[in-house]
């Protein structure tokens, strides 16, 4: 069985020699199926058919990529690219990266120095503050995999079983920030030549709830010019989530308008989903609608009364006190 | 007052994160803000959690664990100024007397230093909420005289309002990190989940005003009790005056008969002033009771914007 890979572009030159070496691995194994993703130009995965799925899905918490963000950007002078320790949980299907810190290293042409008395130590630290978390690989700044690379990578695979490894393109040496993960087979014919593949996993991106709404407000920094952004409070977050809501239903309803006057041709699940949409809206009697409405408000001023009336009460005491 | 920029993406993330993961039940979560004083700017730029205090672990030293994460970070380059402190909290409630204390300490040693306070209950609802707060100076001096009594106070002219200030928050990103913001933005499938327009609220508010109602009985203990002693000393000063009418009357009788008048006698010693109590707790409850009332106001303020919306929602259907 043999897999191969279609030249994309420059960067896919490493995936094709690495697909040349898995025919010769195949061949002379005999057997078993070796799966290939191959990334194609967009960043997205596209995988051939009798493939299977090798190694779990990893999934990743945006506080780990802000972190190899900052370290990056922190560096010492003269270094290329930071390194770093990656903490996490392990699951049957998934791996869990919710923390990662940097390691000091350094490199030059011809060798790797990395203080792995710095990584320890700052692991025994961080795990009095979370026990359940344990080393589960390393990232690496960066766009290619080195022979560096490999070095680390064998040191870190006597940390924990099976590391992965976590490039993060902060460079932006394609245009993108590429993010991806690996895993390391041993390949080669046994015996003679032995290497190391580092064979892609799939990545996504997991948020905590709490997590999801400090991101979203991280997002709007970005449209900014100072990239600035003060923490707003009370009714004008609820106006700013509503403009929003304007704002997507404005869209929706453009589309429609398109599809009616027979611009773009109509797609059935959307109009489903916009069925479902005008059917959310639950049918009340005007009558009982009024009633909760109204209900609803007159406890809510009620509330604002009380506390209103309490903070007048303190206020009073205190100056009672001080007479 | 310095407005405060948080270079957010870090330390918001992480203090949610360690939330998430250590307080689920209802103990805060603490930890350590670093960065560095720029100008008439505090910058904030990274953080590390406390561990939880466990009652196995008596061998524990914070402030070794502190030192040694501080000089790790320093290999990597991270500030590693202590800038102050950050803590969770539940339903609004932290104006007590060990944030007071520690707040002072970590002031006393810095200058600007501020204590962030995180509150997930309404994150989840739809909003960061943090907020920075920093003790006024009127509130350092009586911190350090640690002189908590009535007239102490009084001295100060100090009131709950005047206890703590809050310091304006700014986010502030680098370019790399609005990279990343776009890639995610591009990458991530999860849909935006608009927690703020949710209008089930009931339960929420139901707890604030449970905690609001101990709050104020806890006032009103503290009221009592300042009452009690008020009178008392009205009463004993009655009591002196009294006992001093009586000794001048029978002085002025002996002299009249002619005999050595009676020895004055200490009266100080006679009549011990009742304790007067410690007005700090007073001082903190009414601040507490302050907060949770704005935390009351202002969310039924959103609810009725969102009523309102749910209105007009209906009005069309």
């Excluded at chain 1, 304007?246 to 309803?253: A, F, G, I, K, N």
């Excluded at chain 1, 599809?259 to 041709?265: D, P």
Aim: glycine content about 6%.
């Amino acid at each position: 069985m043999v897999a191969t890979g279609k030249p994309g572009s420059a960067e896919e030159s490493s995936i094709i020699i690495i697909t040349i070496i898995i025919i010769v691995f195949c061949a002379s194994d005999g057997g078993g199926q070796v799966a290939l993703y191959v990334f194609t130009e967009a960043g997205e995965l596209s995988s051939f058919s009798k493939m299977s799925v090798f190694g779990p899905v990893v999934k990743i918490h945006p506080v780990v990529l802000a972190s190899i963000c900052d370290s990056y950007e922190r560096r010492n002078e003269g270094a290329s690219r930071v390194i770093g320790t990656l903490l996490g949980t392990i699951d049957k299907h998934s791996i869990e990266v919710t923390n990662c810190f940097s390691v000091p290293h350094n490199e030059s042409e011809d060798e790797v120095a990395v203080d792995m008395e710095f990584a320890k130590n700052m692991y025994e630290l961080h795990k009095r503050v979370s026990p359940t978390e344990v080393i589960i690989g390393w990232y690496a700044t960066g766009f290619d995999i080195t022979e560096h690379s490999v070095l680390i990578h064998e040191y870190y695979s006597r940390e924990a079983s099976n590391p992965i490894h976590l490039t993060v393109d902060s460079a932006l040496q394609s245009g993108k920030m590429n993010i991806r993960a690996y895993v390391s087979a041993q390949m080669g014919v046994p015996g003679k030549t032995v290497g190391v593949m580092f064979t892609p996993l799939s990545v996504k991106y997991v948020y905590y709830d709490t997590e999801r709404i400090g991101v979203d407000l991280l997002q709007r920094t970005r449209v900014t010019p100072s990239r600035t952004k003060g923490l707003t409070s009370d009714l004008s977050q609820v106006a700013g989530s509503a403009a929003r809501v304007q704002d997507m239903l404005t869209t929706v309803l453009a589309y429609i308008e398109d599809v009616l006057s027979g611009k773009v041709t109509a797609d059935n699940s959307v109009g489903r989903f916009l069925m479902d949409l005008v059917n959310k809206v639950p049918t009340i009697s005007a009558e009982d609608f009024e009633n909760m409405l109204n209900s609803n408000i007159n406890d809510l001023l009620m509330v604002t009364y009380l506390s209103n009336l309490t903070q007048a009460q303190i206020a009073l005491n205190e100056k009672l006190v001080l007479l | 007052m310095q407005p405060l920029y948080l270079t957010l993406r870090l330390s918001s993330i992480v203090i949610i994160k360690h939330y998430q993961e250590e307080g689920q039940g209802s103990e805060v979560v603490q930890g350590v803000l670093l960065g560095l004083v720029v100008d008439d700017r505090l910058e904030i730029t990274n953080c590390f959690p406390f561990p939880q205090h466990t009652e196995d672990d008596a061998d524990f030293d914070e402030v070794q664990y502190q030192m040694e994460m501080m000089r790790s970070l320093r290999h990597v380059n991270i500030d590693h100024l202590h800038v102050g402190w950050y803590q969770s909290t539940y339903y609004g409630s932290f104006v007590s007397r060990a944030l007071l204390d520690s707040q002072f300490s970590y002031q006393h040693a810095i200058e600007e230093s501020v204590v962030l306070i995180y509150d997930p209950i309404k994150t989840a609802q739809g909003s960061l909420s943090l907020k920075a707060y920093r003790l006024t100076p009127k509130l350092m001096e009586i911190c350090k005289e640690k002189d908590f009594t009535p007239e102490g106070l009084k001295k100060a002219n100090i009131g709950f309002e005047h206890m703590f200030e809050e310091v304006p928050i700014v986010i502030k990103n680098s370019h790399l990190i609005s990279v990343l913001m776009w890639e995610l933005e591009d990458k991530s499938t999860v849909a935006d989940k608009h927690e703020l327009l949710n209008l089930s609220s009931s339960n929420h508010l139901e707890k604030s005003l449970q905690l609001l109602m101990d709050r104020v009985d806890d006032m009103s203990q503290d009221i009592v009790k300042y009452n009690t002693y008020s009178r008392n000393l009205s009463k004993q000063q009655q009591q002196k005056h009294q006992y001093l009418q009586r000794r001048q009357q029978e002085n002025a009788q002996r002299q009249s008969r002619g005999e050595p008048p009676l020895p004055e006698e200490d009266i100080t010693k006679m009549f011990k002033p009742p304790q007067p109590p410690p007005r700090m707790d007073t001082l903190l409850i009414a601040g507490q009771i302050n907060n949770y009332c704005q935390n009351v106001k202002e969310f039924t303020s959103q609810n009725l914007g969102k009523l309102f919306m749910a209105e007009a929602l209906q009005g069309h259907n």
